[in-house]
């Protein structure tokens, strides 16, 4: 409040006028010397105001203090909407990388699960075409056996058939019967007595 009361006779009208319209916070202990600036500002205001020269110089300076402060709006406003674009920007391009990235991670699973999925039906025809060949193979050798069965039992019955058959023969043909011993000679009663017919012990004998 001291600066701005020596500093009276060098401001203008406007900023005198503005200091005395618009109430300022100070502390509770400066109020007296406020009292006393607004008053030497009050005074200040009538003495510029009975001369023509000053009004014009304060409307000026309005101006002038007018146009400054559009221009600091504007240059405001601009690096408001120059930083609103940047942030719109990156979150643009933060939205693009984490959709991209998304992306990547989808089909990333999206193959992972496409090779399980190609692994395990691999897999699944491995066991299958494994089964078959097992399966065959044990048909193959059931059929092996029952066919060696077939062939063993054919044998079996055909060796039946045929001990039957020559049983048969053995029944259906006379039994030799043997000549009647030689009278004339002893010694070949030993040899009739085997299957010799009697011509041969004749002949025998007659030796």
Same mark, same amino acid.
């Given at each position: ?19 005395? &319209? ?8 400066? $109020? ?19 001369? &023509?020269?000053?009004? &014009? ?8 203090? !007018? ?9 405001? *406003?601009? =690096?408001? +909407? ?6 719109? *920007?990156?979150?643009? +391009?933060?939205? /693009? ?13 999206? !193959?992972? *699960?496409? =090779?399980? !999925? ?22 193959? +050798? ?8 077939? =062939?063993? /039992?054919?044998?079996? =019955? ?25 009278? $004339? ?18 002949? *025998?004998?007659?030796?």
């Amino acid at each position: 409040v001291k600066v701005l009361c020596s500093l009276v006779p060098y401001d203008s009208a406007l900023q005198l006028r503005t200091h005395t &319209t618009q109430g300022m916070a100070v502390p509770q202990g400066c $109020h007296d010397l406020l009292r006393d600036y607004q008053l030497l500002a009050r005074t200040r205001l009538k003495d510029i105001s009975g001369s &023509t020269f000053p009004s &014009t110089q304060a409307l000026q300076e309005l101006q002038a203090l !007018q146009e400054v402060q559009a221009l600091q709006e504007v240059q405001a *406003l601009q =690096e408001v +909407q120059a930083l609103q674009e940047v942030q719109a *920007l990156q979150e643009v +391009q933060a939205l /693009q990388e984490v959709q991209a990235l998304q992306e990547v991670q989808a089909l990333q699973e999206v !193959q992972a *699960l496409q =090779e399980v !999925q190609a692994l395990q039906e691999v897999q699944a025809l491995q066991e299958v075409q494994a089964l078959q060949e097992v399966q065959a193979l044990q048909e193959v +050798q059931a059929l092996q056996e029952v066919q060696a069965l077939q =062939e063993v /039992q054919a044998l079996q =019955e055909v060796q039946a058939l045929q001990e039957v058959q020559a049983a048969v023969h053995n029944r259906r043909e006379p039994k030799p019967r043997l000549p009647s011993l030689c009278r $004339h000679c002893r010694r070949c009663r030993r040899l009739c007595s085997s299957s010799y017919s009697a011509v041969s012990c004749l002949q *025998l004998c007659s030796r």
